[in-house]
């Protein structure tokens, strides 16, 4: 495993110490072997996206929004959870957050299973089902010859709905299925990435 996605306890306890300093974030729960929080977010390397429009085309660059907070969503069309929760979830997020600048998103269907129905046309349908204001993309395992798509690997997500937060500096916050949009969002009125 590259030296950039290892979960070691040194970097488990600096994503402590990098979330302590944003306050207390009541929204993470992930279990320590999936995720890989307190490294540095790896690029995404997914091929196709549609902007935040929905014109194909573009990508999302976690390098290009080092000095925001990011937070990225991996689902998959027939995921039942991504309907009941993880989706709603992103939007409420990202319809309230809409406006500040210091924040971005992403949303990526992470392809694993069903790749005939999780297929690269559920990625306009999804978008504009949710509307969905943020790059969209697809990545396709078959595509890249492997098994699961390489943003799953580096990101070591556990299937779908997965969140990730990051923090501005590019530290992964949190990786894990749910994210309480609620918890979320009053855990970020309060951390001086708000007011910044």
Known sequence: MPDSIKLTRRRVLAASAGMAALGVAPFLKAAPEQGIAGSIAPALDVSFWLDASGQQGGDFDVTAHRDKLIVLKFWQSWCPGCHRHGLPALKKISDTLADNPRVAFAAVQTAFEGLNTNSVDKVEKIQTQYELR?????????????????????????????????????EVLYNGFQLDADRFLAWFAKTPIASA
């Open 134 to 170: 943020m790059p969209v993309g697809h990545a396709n395992p078959a595509a890249e010859g492997a098994r699961v798509p390489a943003v799953m690997a580096k990101y070591r997500s556990g299937g779908t709905p997965w969140f990730v937060v990051v923090a501005p500096g590019g």
